[in-house]
């Protein structure tokens, strides 16, 4: 049996949808130029706390029952799944929300977090030590813990973002998305094969964090990964089992981008479309701009998965994009 339905998917659009908003999927001109085919941009980054993550957490939570509600959640976050439980937390009246945060999380995603009252504790070097430490509080204080990526119930809110654009284009010949766990890119590679098994899905990783394209690449769920340095703060550390058992299956390759072209990702989508995005959303078109995916005659979406970036990384690119 399927881990992730289209059903399952098309439940978690009707209990997510009064609380999302279906972003807009927009053509940019000049990124078709440069590619050589038509793109489009699904901007996840106008999403309700800045990033698609609301979705899965909403769908999560809304499973519950009235006891699992009553004990609280946990959950191990960079920072925009922590948003997505937070505000989902509000929205079906959970008392309780205790995020993880790792020590290297951006501050502007920690600010926000700490603004939306949750609890949140900054500890563990890295996303996936953050995770063991949500983990074990979960066990100990008996809360609920909501994974970011290896759940079910997560998976398919996330696939509501493959809804969202097939309903605005029906045929797309190729969706890009960014993975970190790989929650996102399982559901919306459960809804393009589904509906149109042609339609080619890839992954875009950073080489800091080749967890996903390791995984595939070797038959096994890499579940924790020791990234290195990375403006991707939001795709660094391990894949996922359940994202692992979908991917197999259905995503059709995992290209791996350097720092530098994330970078000037970054810089262009400011510059050139006047949209703020994180590292780990602008990475979904780095390979159209730096030549490494040719689009010629082919219609193109990549996903700007979130925009919560620090003010202090945010001057350094504009630096580097304003250097001859």
């Not at 038509?38 to 999560?60: D, H, I, M, P």
């Not at 309903?167 to 890009?176: G, M, P, Q």
């Not at 350097?258 to 959303?281: C, F, H, K, N, T």
């Not at 970036?309 to 994009?321: C, K, V």
Request: a neutral charge.
């Amino acid at each position: 049996m399927s881990l992730v339905t289209v059903a399952d998917i098309l439940a978690a659009h009707q209990v997510t949808r009064p609380h999302v908003w279906h972003t807009p999927l927009a053509q940019s001109a000049e990124l078709s130029q440069i590619a050589g085919g038509e793109v489009y941009l699904k901007l996840e980054c106008w999403q309700r706390t800045g990033s698609f993550k609301v979705r899965g957490a909403l769908n999560r939570i809304a499973a519950l029952s009235p006891v699992e509600r009553a004990r609280g959640v946990v959950t191990a976050s960079a920072g925009n799944h922590g948003l997505g439980v937070a505000y989902a937390g509000r929205v079906f009246g959970l008392a309780d929300v205790v995020v993880f945060v790792p020590e290297n999380a951006a501050t502007a995603k920690v600010n926000r977090l700490e603004a939306t009252g949750c609890q949140v504790h900054r500890a563990g070097a890295d996303y996936d030590a953050a995770h063991r430490l949500a983990e074990t509080y979960a066990r100990e204080q008996g809360a609920v813990y909501v994974s970011a990526y290896d759940d079910p119930f997560v998976i398919a809110g996330q696939g509501t973002v493959g809804l969202e654009i097939l309903a605005d284009l029906a045929h797309a010949d190729v969706i890009l998305v960014p993975v970190g766990g790989g929650g996102l890119i399982a559901g919306i590679a459960v809804v393009a094969k589904a509906l149109h098994p042609s339609m080619r899905v890839l992954g875009v990783q950073p080489v800091a964090s080749p967890a996903a394209y390791l995984s595939l690449r070797d038959g096994r769920a890499y579940e924790s990964y020791p990234a290195a340095p990375t403006v991707c703060d939001g795709l660094a550390g391990g894949f996922g089992r359940v994202p692992f058992a979908i991917a197999k299956n259905t995503i059709d390759d995992v290209l791996l981008v350097p720092e530098a072209d994330i970078r000037r990702a970054m810089g262009w989508l400011l510059d050139r479309e006047q949209l703020l995005v994180e590292g780990s959303g602008a990475i979904a078109i780095a390979p159209l701009l730096s030549g490494q995916l040719s689009a010629v005659g082919q219609r193109v979406v990549t996903i700007l998965t979130g925009r919560n970036l620090d003010a202090s990384l945010l001057r350094t690119i504009l630096a580097e994009g304003a250097q001859p």
